[in-house]
């Protein structure tokens, strides 16, 4: 389990707004933010993540709360953000290199793979959001 601390900013209808300063997060916790920086980036200022997270627990506001993640969760992640559009890429330049055999049609057709690619791991990771065993647990 990776952990870090937040404090409680809002709490309305069961939602949590909470602010994570990046100064003060160990090495496993940055690698994780950076690997999910697509669902932090909005609204972030400076040296302040704000996130939004269910909870149906009531928080007062400045209260310290602790979040966790499972590891393997944050592996699982890496793997598509960094894996699928290699695969992309040399799977579409392996098919066109047999099927043409000429270098000039191959390389466009793998950047296009990869960025497909890409494409299609944005899509699959806006779904994999949504599930609960890819969300932030409150500890305490």
Do not use: W
Not at 71 to 79: D, G, Q, R
């Amino acid at each position: 389990m990776i952990k870090t601390l937040a404090t409680v900013a809002s709490c309305q209808n069961n939602i949590l707004t909470l602010h994570i300063q990046k100064n003060i997060m160990c090495k496993n916790c940055s690698l994780y933010l950076n690997l999910l920086e697509p669902i932090l980036r909005s609204n972030n200022t400076g040296n302040i993540y704000k996130i939004k997270i269910f909870d149906t627990q009531e928080f007062l506001q400045n209260q310290q709360v602790e979040l966790s993640i499972n590891k393997n969760i944050i592996l699982i992640i890496a793997f598509f953000i960094y894996i699928t559009p290699l695969l992309g890429l040399f799977t579409t330049g392996g098919i066109f290199q047999m099927i043409f055999c000429n270098d000039k049609v191959t390389v466009p057709a793998a950047l296009l793979g990869g960025i497909i690619s890409m494409l299609i791991i944005k899509k699959i990771s806006k779904i994999l959001t949504r599930l609960e065993l890819f969300q932030l647990k409150i500890l305490k």
